[in-house]
């Protein structure tokens, strides 16, 4: 069996602040599919449970939103209807958004339908001074309608992953060009609203990306290398924060995409799906960290706008317990670096690569397309349980007290060691999937913490391959590829059916809990009473 895990703390020491930072930002696939019914339930759900803050998506500018039209004589058309109901639905909601500016309007295009199912336009506008106009015409808009004080608590994204040319059709410099002429364009109607970029996609450990675009030449040495003795880095961002230095232009945060992951290619334009090592975003947070404390922009907010296991939406891991277990551990062990790490995304009603062809499809969500939740979603949840100081840390656990009532509350993880990668990518089947889950040994762990109230009363929940796992359930029912109202119903039971128990304090006041853990699980230890 594998060494214990050992947790120590007393609830009365004075311990030190922890900030959600997981919660802050979560994804989500496009603007218009937030129109949806069952989208805006799925968001309402995570933020009930979860207590995400801001939600994230591409596409607000897309043709489908409606927002910018020309006349035959090239007269710009405003048009704010769709962005508004779905602004409104946000912060009835109780959620802000992470507004990201793009992609460009089919009328400001320089190309379009450049990527995805719904055919973004991944290309610089043509003109930047009607782009500016948007941009400024939107905020003036949202000062309007939601009134400055909101606004402000908003941040303003200068588009997405434009270092690969499926989102941006344009070199590094013509996104310097588009971020400057956006950061001044949000500006204009206020100097506190918050602005910031570069936006990129996953580190790279080589040169693929030093240049106006991308060489896919210099992908090749990576092809067999070993991926742990690499020098990964951030994509643009020195060059970018040494623009807006350059040209005194705001930064008011750093975003780009710690995917800890890399597509790279051969000399046939043959991709390799590399999967990196388990701390490798811990790791690469805190390297952002000391480059943005570094730079000319020490004060910037660092703001990591998209992760998750993969950045495929077809990856069968995203659906399991390992998934939810890895998210813990890559959280927790990168406390103190970010301001931001959002999950992407909250819900399979994404469209990028079309609909799913299934209930467990693979997809980014933590909500199903039918609602139901995958262990990503208690993830979060057990999470969203912590406390707000924070009393105790390990390897592989946290222990936490909500100064509001003094009650603590302790999350431990098992991430077996067998298991070196990140939770390895499935693709094509869940055979991966499948071996992964099966990997491991049990593990002990003892938590004890004392300077409780004698006859408080602690919940213990568990999440295992056994415990909350629907993809087990749906494959008991036979897979079905459209379940029945009945099946969902069940699969959605099942989903949520952690194993629960309470303990009572003794008169000493100390919690002793001592149990042994399943490969890929979470035990949430609350304090309720």
């Not at 603007?31 to 009930?48: M, P």
């Not at 317990?321 to 998210?327: G, L, M, R």
């Not at 980014?364 to 057990?382: E, N, S, W």
Request: aromatic share 10%.
């Amino acid at each position: 069996m594998a060494e214990p895990i050992t947790l120590h703390a007393s609830a009365t020491e004075a311990g030190r602040p922890l900030t959600h930072f997981w919660s802050t930002v979560v994804g989500a696939g496009r603007a218009n599919e937030g129109l949806r019914a069952d989208w805006q339930r799925h968001l309402a759900e995570v933020r009930a449970e979860c207590g995400f803050e801001y939600v994230r998506f591409h596409g607000l500018l897309h043709d489908d939103m409606f927002v910018y039209t020309e006349r035959e004589d090239g007269t710009p058309v405003l048009n704010f209807q769709y962005v508004d109901a779905l602004f409104d639905a946000l912060l009835d909601a109780g959620v802000r958004p992470f507004v990201e500016l793009g992609f460009s309007p089919r009328a400001l295009a320089r190309e379009t339908e450049t990527v995805f199912w719904w055919g973004a336009h991944g290309a610089p506008p043509v003109d930047l001074d009607r782009w500016s106009f948007l941009v400024r015409s939107l905020v003036e808009h949202w000062v309007a309608r939601y009134g400055l004080a909101e606004v402000r608590e908003w941040y303003f994204e200068v588009w997405n992953e434009a270092n690969l040319r499926g989102f941006f059709r344009g070199t590094r410099s013509e996104y310097l060009a588009l971020y400057a002429a956006s950061a001044r364009a949000v500006k204009a109607v206020d100097e506190r609203l918050r602005v910031g970029g570069p936006a990129t996609s996953n580190f790279v450990p080589d040169a693929r990306f030093d240049g106006e675009t991308e060489d896919f030449q210099v992908h090749e040495a990576t092809l067999g290398a070993d991926l742990d003795s690499l020098d990964w880095k951030p994509v643009w961002l020195e060059a970018f924060l040494d623009f807006c230095e350059r040209e005194h232009l705001p930064v008011d945060f750093v975003s780009t995409h710690p995917y800890p992951t890399d597509w790279a290619l051969d000399e046939h334009g043959q991709g390799a799906r590399l999967t990196r090592e388990v701390d490798a975003t811990p790791k690469d947070l805190a390297l952002l960290r000391r480059l943005v404390d570094a730079s000319a922009f020490p004060d910037a907010e660092i703001h990591l706008t998209e992760w998750n296991s993969s950045s495929s939406p077809r990856d069968f891991t995203h659906d399991t317990v390992p998934a939810a277990v890895y998210v813990v551990r890559s959280v927790l062990r990168s406390i103190g670096t970010v301001d931001s790490l959002a999950y992407w995304t909250f819900t399979d009603v994404f469209e990028e690569g079309g609909a799913g062809d299934e209930m467990f499809h693979g997809g980014f969500g933590m909500i199903t397309l039918q609602g139901v939740p995958k262990p990503t979603f208690h993830a979060y949840r057990m999470l969203h349980a912590l406390g707000d100081t924070l009393l105790a840390t390990a390897d592989d656990g946290v222990v936490t007290r909500h100064d509001a009532t003094g009650r603590v509350t302790a999350l431990v993880h098992h991430y077996p060691a067998e298991v070196t990668r990140s939770v390895p990518a499935s693709f094509d089947d869940r055979t991966v999937a499948d071996e992964t889950e099966a990997a491991g040994s049990p593990r002990d762990v003892a938590l004890v913490v004392e300077g409780l109230a004698p006859g408080a009363v602690v919940e213990l929940e568990t999440l295992d391959p056994e415990h909350a796992n629907p993809v087990a359930a749906w494959r008991a029912m036979g897979a079905p590829s459209s379940p029945t109202r009945e099946q969902t119903a069940l699969l959605d039971a099942a989903a949520r059916d952690t194993r629960r128990e309470s303990v009572v304090v003794p008169a000493d006041g100390v919690l002793r809990v001592e149990r042994t853990l399943a490969p890929w699980s979470l035990l949430l230890a609350r304090q309720v009473a």
